[in-house]
């Protein structure tokens, strides 16, 4: 990265500093302007102002908080727990959410997407995420993975884990040209393969990249973000509880005295603003099997947002206690 460039991304990271002092509806105003009409159809009166963050290649905005079904989703044919995860969805969306990312490694979650997304009748409010996972033939794997959502076209599908990435990447940006798919991605999950996925954002015009962060797991800050940053690529950000062990080992430990200016509640929104306070970061998508998880992690994408110096204190306290 240039010295020019940057400077550009200390002086956005100020100003996301700069936005905890405007709370979540000043935040919403500022992301959201020049918001396409596809997304401001999508907004509800009825639903809370939450920070919207901008898509860079389109201007697009979308809710700063999404929702992951990785071993939450996967509960095969119990209907009990089907609807339970449908009670999810409608929290989440209830909360003002509408990313929800899946993938065919993840058993049963994209059926189960599916059923929920019926049920709610919420097909128009889901900003729908999925991949594509095989050294064969995506195609198919991609067709079957419509079936299961229900859905007639993907807004974003990403190479998972770079798996038969120089047929599938090919393969998604042709669907993009040919107006059957909104975003093309790329994932890598557990800090694998860093170097190799820099690569692709050198050399590809992707849309987004998804990685894991969290205040423990920060490589990503070094060099990743800010070439993400610097390239116009979305980011979703995966594990930013680390599976759930996380917010498992910080249960019982009471927050840190400043986390009262950030007006959080939880261990889970502490991270997320932490998460989203980041200049390059787009979307972390939480799983949870708790409708109520779901309404507190979206709640994160209200209120005042940590600047610099207390993102450093957030990761600090948290390195300490775990």
């Not at 669907?175 to 996925?197: E, F, I, N, P, W």
């Not at 610097?230 to 430990?253: H, K």
Request: hydrophobic share 45%; aromatic share 6%.
């Amino acid at each position: 990265m240039s010295e020019l460039d940057r400077r550009r991304f200390l002086k956005a990271s100020a100003s996301f500093g700069a936005l905890g002092a405007i709370g979540a509806v000043g935040a919403t105003g500022l992301m959201a302007s020049g918001m396409p009409a596809r997304a401001q159809g999508a907004k509800d009166a009825a639903l809370p102002e939450v920070l919207q963050k901008q898509i860079p290649s389109t201007g697009e905005a979308i809710p700063a908080v999404g929702l992951g079904s990785w071993i939450t989703f996967n509960v095969g044919n119990d209907m009990e727990l089907r609807d339970q995860c449908a009670d999810v969805m409608s929290a989440f969306f209830k909360a003002g959410g509408r990313m929800i990312d899946s993938s065919p490694m993840y058993g049963s979650a994209q059926d189960v997407i599916g059923y929920g997304l019926d049920a709610l009748g919420a097909h128009d409010k889901v900003f729908s995420t999925d991949k594509v996972w095989t050294s064969g033939d995506g195609a198919d794997q991609i067709a079957e993975t419509s079936d299961r959502w229900k859905v007639e076209q993907f807004d974003l599908l990403q190479v998972h884990n770079l798996l038969g990435i120089n047929d599938n990447l090919p393969l998604l940006f042709r669907m993009k040209d040919a107006g059957q798919l909104r975003y093309v991605g790329v994932t890598t999950s557990h800090g694998r393969r860093t170097d190799d996925l820099m690569a692709v954002m050198k050399n590809e015009r992707l849309d987004f990249v998804q990685v894991t962060y969290n205040p423990v797991d920060r490589k990503v800050e070094e060099y990743l973000l800010p070439m993400a940053y610097d390239r116009g690529i979305a980011v979703i950000v995966n594990r930013p509880f680390r599976g759930g062990s996380l917010t498992e080992r910080l249960e019982g430990q009471p927050l840190p005295e400043f986390a009262r200016e950030l007006e959080v509640k939880s261990w889970a929104q502490l991270i997320l603003k932490y998460l989203i306070a980041h200049p390059a970061v787009t979307c972390p998508i939480p799983a949870t099997t708790k409708p109520a998880h779901a309404a507190e992690n979206m709640a994160a994408a209200t209120g005042p947002l940590p600047d610099d110096k207390m993102r450093e204190q957030i990761a600090a306290v948290i390195g300490v206690l775990v």
